[in-house]
C-alpha cells in the first residue's frame, strides 16, 4: 500500500474517517518522498512559517489561500490550523 498526502491528512480535515493513519498501519519501507512548499506574495509581512500563522490568525477571513491541486496538503492545513 502506497500513503497519499490524502491518506494522513483525511482525518485532520473531514469527519468520521475510519483510521488512524499513526496507529492502524505500520509502515515497512518509505519508497519515496514528496516536499512541500508555502510560499506567499512578496507585499506579506511574513518571512516564516511563525509568521505567516500569526498573520492568518490576526486577520481571519482576510487572507486567501489556495492549493496546488486535489493533492496538495498547504492549504488545508492552514485552514485547520488557524
Known amino acids: 500500500m502506497l500513503v ?3 491518506f494522513v491528512i483525511a482525518p485532520i480535515v473531514k469527519t468520521n474517517v475510519p483510521f488512524d493513519p499513526f496507529k492502524s498501519f505500520t509502515p515497512v519501507i518509505e519508497v ?3 516536499p512541500e ?4 506574495n ?3 509581512p ?6 505567516l500563522l500569526k498573520l ?9 489561500l489556495c492549493n496546488a491541486g486535489v493533492r496538495d496538503v498547504a492549504a488545508p492545513v492552514l485552514r485547520v490550523a488557524v
Do not use: R
Open 4 to 6: 497519499v498526502q490524502d
Open 32 to 34: 519515496a518522498a514528496a
Open 37 to 40: 512548499m508555502f510560499s506567499v
Open 42 to 44: 512578496p507585499s506579506v
Open 46 to 51: 511574513a518571512t516564516n512559517m511563525n509568521e
Open 56 to 64: 492568518l490568525k490576526a486577520n481571519p477571513g482576510k487572507v486567501q
